[in-house]
Each structure stands twice: as C-alpha cells, then as structure tokens.
C-alpha cells in the first residue's frame, strides 16, 4: 500500500502546481509516522511536536529538491532525523530540556499527558525507548515505520550492514532489558 501511496504522490507532485494541497495530503498520510519518530528520537511529546511542524515547513519549502530516488516516506523521514539532531544540538534545546527536569519534579500532570502516557506505555515500546539512539532508531523505522533495511540505511545515512549490525545489538539490548524487567 505504501508503495502505491508513494506513486501517488509523485504522480501529483508532478502534476500539480497545488503544493499546498500537496502538503496537506503529504500531512494526512504521513504526520502520525513524523511526528512518532521525532518523539522517539526526543522522548519530549511537546519537542516532537514542534519537530514535525518544521518538517512540514521544510518539506513546503523544498517539494522541488524531493529526489525519486527515495520513497516519500524515506525522505519524511530523513528531513524527521535530521531536523530532531538540529533541535539537540541547539542551545536552546539543552536549556530547555535542563528546565524540564527542574520544573517535573514534584509536578502533576494533566489528565490528558496522563491518557496519553498511559497509551503510550506498552510494554515493549518502553524498553525499546530505552534503548540507546541508535539502537532505539532502527528499530523504529524497522518495526514501527516499516522502513526497508536499505530505506533506513538511506534515512540513517549509513550502510545496509550497519543497520543489521545495530538491528542484532538492539534485539540483543533489548532481550537483555527483557530479562531483567522479569
């Protein structure tokens, strides 16, 4: 289905001067894939927020720059983790996420936080959030976005083997995490 999605797409982008409307199916079919791989990059529900608005900023601005090379989804994603990175870098992020950790402690949290934690919150997911970033990564793309080992190579901008390599360490991690949550 993602396939013919994609073909889709590029068949509108081709036809179409309506980027706006483009960008709003672009928003529809792939915001919820944006927006969870930031927060899996983050862990910060209001950072992958602000993270996927600017992907789809960026995408607005730079429709004409999609090379065919990739899958739709493929390059969402790549713009997804380099913009997270760009995020983490920043000064302001660092502070931010200093604050954050001053201001939660002892903090109560609205009943929607709650509802939302509490959905995400199985079991598995947790220990995958667990993992360190680039385990954590590929597993997401692997098994949430349903990335190819080659799209995430593309994504992740390293090698095929690469990608097994940590795919092996983080099922490894994660049987481990498994074991002693036991």
């Known amino acids: 289905m993602d396939s013919q999605r994609n073909f889709d797409f590029l068949k509108y982008m081709v036809e179409t001067d309506d980027t706006k409307g483009l960008l709003n199916e672009l928003m529809t079919a792939y915001g919820k894939d944006v927006w969870n791989y930031a927060y899996s990059i983050t862990r910060k529900w209001d950072l992958a927020d602000d993270i996927t608005q ?3 900023i960026k995408v607005f601005r730079n429709m004409h720059a999609f ?3 990739a899958s739709v989804k ?10 997270a990175i760009d995020y983490q870098r920043s ?11 001053v201001e939660d402690y002892g903090e109560r949290h609205s009943v929607e936080h709650d509802v939302a934690d509490s959905e995400a919150v199985n079991e598995i997911w947790k220990m995958v959030l667990e993992l360190p970033k680039k385990y954590r990564e590929v597993i997401i793309l692997y098994a949430h976005n349903q990335l190819s080992l080659k799209e995430i190579a593309q994504v992740l901008d390293v090698t095929e083997g690469t990608v097994k390599s940590r795919m092996f360490h983080a099922r490894q991690k994660l049987t481990k995490i498994k074991e002693a949550n036991s």
């Open 91 to 101: 000064a302001f992020f660092r502070k931010v996420t200093l604050s954050d950790v």
């Open 67 to 69: 090379r065919r090379d």
């Open 54 to 56: 600017e992907v789809f």
């Open 74 to 83: 493929t390059w969402l994603l790549t713009i997804t983790r380099n913009t």
